[in-house]
């Protein structure tokens, strides 16, 4: 399923890609690569606060997940630019 969402967030779908990780979340809601992934499109919404959420989500599951220490920051750094 990460697959999948990762094609259509790829190509462009980021709508279709959110409800496909929502769904694998269902699933396996502590996988960190998901939550991790999920964030960033959440995050490509403009939906922060589900983003940081997901990507917290994802620090919980694995706390040395290099990519979701680095979508956090880069999303922290983001709002307080706003």
Avoid at 2 to 30: C, V, W
Avoid at 36 to 62: H, I, P
């Amino acid at each position: 399923m990460n697959s999948q969402a990762m094609g259509l967030a790829k190509a462009g779908r980021i709508d279709d890609a959110a409800a496909h990780f929502a769904e694998a979340l269902t699933l396996y809601p502590s996988n960190a690569m998901l939550n991790n992934n999920y964030g960033v499109t959440l995050m490509r919404q403009g939906n922060y606060e589900d983003a940081m959420n997901s990507f917290d989500k994802a620090l919980v599951s694995d706390p040395a997940n290099d990519n979701a220490i680095r979508n956090k920051a880069d999303l922290v750094n983001f709002l307080e630019k706003r």
